[in-house]
C-alpha cells in the first residue's frame, strides 16, 4: 500500500491581520509571479478602456500596479491602502510623483466628496472585506453617475481547493496568509444590489493553457475560475 512522503518539521503555516500579512508581502509582492495578476491585469485594463483625461480612484492599491499605469496612460489618479509597506513600495517607483497616494483604512468612509471619480477599480481586494456593503455603498458614492466600478477579486470557488491570498516569506520558508472572509459570489451581487449599484458585466475567468506555459505556478490550477471581474455603476 502506498504511503505519503512527509517532508520532516515543514515551516509552519502563518495566520496574520490583513493588514500586517500585506506590510510583510510587500517586499516580494511584485515579484511573486502570482498567476492571478497575469490573469487580472489585462481584463481591468479593457473593462475601463481609454482612460486619458479621467478621474480614477484606486482602492486598496497596494503597490501601485494599476495605479502607475494608469496614470501613464493619461488618468488623474488618487489611490488609497491601509498597508504602509505597500504604500512605501508604490511611492518608490518610477512615475509614483503623477499619483496622489494616501494611507486609508477601507473599513472607514473614503476621504472624498460625492462624484468625484470617472472611474473606481478595487483590484483583488474585497475577499478581505467583511463589510461589503459599506465598501460598495461608498465607491458607489464617490462615482460620477455616468462613470464605472471596476472590481476584480480571487473567484470564491478556489477556496473548495483551500486556496486564499498568501505568500511564502523568502527569509522563514513559512507560507503567511492574510485574514480573508470567506465571501461567496451571491454575497458579491448582493453588496452591490444592496448598495444601489447597477451591475453592468459580471465575468469568470479560468486559467488556460497559455498562461499555464507563462507561469508555471498557473499549472494546478488550469480550467478552473481563478478570477471575478464586475464592472458597476450608480444606478
Known amino acids: 500500500m502506498p504511503t505519503e512522503q512527509l517532508i520532516p518539521n515543514p515551516p509552519p503555516c502563518v495566520q496574520l491581520s490583513t493588514q500586517e500579512g500585506y506590510d510583510r508581502w510587500a517586499a516580494i509582492y511584485d515579484s511573486d509571479g502570482n498567476p492571478l495578476i ?33 496614470a501613464a496612460a493619461g488618468a488623474n489618479v488618487d489611490a488609497i491602502d491601509f498597508s504602509e509597506g505597500m504604500l512605501a513600495k ?46 460598495f455603498s461608498e465607491m458607489g458614492r464617490v462615482c460620477r453617475p455616468e462613470g464605472k466600478i471596476v472590481i476584480s477579486v480571487m473567484h470564491p470557488a478556489m477556496m ?46 479560468a486559467v488556460d493553457e497559455a498562461l499555464a506555459q507563462r507561469l508555471e505556478r498557473a499549472r494546478r490550477y488550469v480550467g478552473w475560475p481563478l478570477l471575478l471581474m464586475m464592472t458597476l455603476s450608480p444606478a
Open 38 to 70: 497575469a490573469l487580472e491585469e489585462p481584463q481591468v485594463d479593457a473593462a475601463l478602456g481609454d482612460v486619458t483625461g479621467r478621474r480614477v480612484l484606486d482602492v486598496g492599491c497596494g503597490t501601485g500596479r494599476h495605479a502607475l499605469r494608469l
Open 90 to 135: 508604490a511611492r518608490m517607483k518610477p512615475g509614483s510623483e503623477k499619483v496622489r497616494f494616501q494611507a486609508h483604512d477601507l473599513a472607514q468612509p473614503l476621504p472624498f466628496p460625492d462624484g468625484h471619480f470617472d472611474f473606481v477599480i478595487c483590484g483583488l481586494v474585497i475577499d478581505h472585506i467583511a463589510n461589503l456593503h459599506g465598501l
Open 160 to 205: 473548495l481547493r483551500g486556496v486564499q491570498a498568501r505568500f511564502h516569506d523568502p527569509e522563514t520558508g513559512s507560507e503567511v496568509r492574510p485574514a480573508s472572509e470567506p465571501n461567496q459570489l451571491s454575497d458579491y451581487v448582493m453588496a452591490a444590489v444592496g448598495a444601489r449599484l447597477t451591475i453592468r458585466n459580471l465575468t469568470e475567468h
